[in-house]
């Protein structure tokens, strides 16, 4: 069991940086492969990053590579998300999720079972 918590959110002007956190509780964090998605009003929730247990592995969405950067601290039981050159259209509610999503299929929202509230991000134009 995970219980996750983000932070960092806020409002940017488009390429803007920001960084978002999230924090885990639970003994086994650095079991878990963790996840970055975002909503935005009206569209499906929809994959960014994902960082494996280890830290060596990770995988973006053709939108935000190059970008945007994951990375964890399995010691803080922390993972964030490094976001630069940001654009309104990365408007959205941005939510971490851990889980043990086989590679096929790690970059659907329903293959990781924790979730955190989620943190709202606002690019401005």
């Known amino acids: 069991q995970v219980q996750l918590v983000e932070s960092g959110g806020g409002l940017v002007p488009a390429g803007g940086s920001m960084r978002l956190s999230c924090a885990a509780s639970?003994?086994?964090?650095?079991?878990?492969?963790m996840g970055w998605f975002r909503q935005a009003p009206g569209k499906e929730r929809e994959f960014v990053a994902l960082?494996?247990?280890?830290?060596?592995?990770?995988n973006y969405a053709d939108s935000v590579k190059g970008r945007f950067t994951i990375s964890r601290d399995n010691a803080k039981k922390t993972v964030y998300l490094q976001m630069n050159r940001l654009q309104p259209e990365d408007t959205a509610v941005y939510y971490c999720a851990a889980g043990h999503p086989d590679p096929s299929v790690d970059r659907k929202a329903s293959a990781f079972p924790y979730w955190g509230q989620g943190t709202q991000v606002t690019v401005s134009s």
């Open positions: 960082i494996r247990w280890n830290g060596d592995s990770t």
């Open positions: 639970g003994r086994t964090f650095r079991n878990f492969a």
